[in-house]
């Protein structure tokens, strides 16, 4: 079992930046890929970015390729997101997910999820 704890969501002016954090225990960290999804209100669930185990591989959808970074610290069994100039079209919960083989743009190929953390963008 992997347990994944979101935080650093909030509201923020359109422009600016936030960082959301993703803590996870349990089984090794390091052996997982891992993802953020969003999910606006009356929209399906979206892939943002994903993360390979090693940090060492990247991916983004193209709405938010050159604004956001997904990071890894293996130390800390962290894994980030790092949101730049957002939108109010970012406006979400946001999720990060754990995946025990590659890293994947398929919400269904995730093992665990957290409990997903708000993020605001106002106009």
């Known amino acids: 079992q992997v347990q994944l704890v979101e935080s650093g969501g909030g509201l923020v002016q359109a422009g600016g930046s936030l960082r959301l954090s993703c803590a996870a225990s349990g089984r090794t960290f390091s052996s997982y890929a891992m993802g953020w999804f969003r999910q606006a209100p009356g929209k399906e669930r979206e892939f943002v970015a994903a993360?390979?185990?090693?940090?060492?591989?990247?991916y983004y959808a193209d709405s938010v390729k050159g604004r956001f970074t997904i990071s890894r610290d293996n130390a800390k069994n962290t894994v980030y997101l790092q949101m730049n100039s957002l939108k109010p079209e970012d406006t979400a919960v946001y999720y990060c997910?754990?995946?025990?083989?590659?890293?994947?743009?398929?919400?269904?190929?995730?093992?665990?999820w957290g409990q997903g953390t708000q993020v605001t963008v106002s106009s």
């Open positions: 993360i390979s185990w090693s940090g060492g591989s990247t």
């Open positions: 997910a754990a995946v025990a083989v590659i890293a994947t743009m398929y919400e269904v190929e995730y093992d665990y």
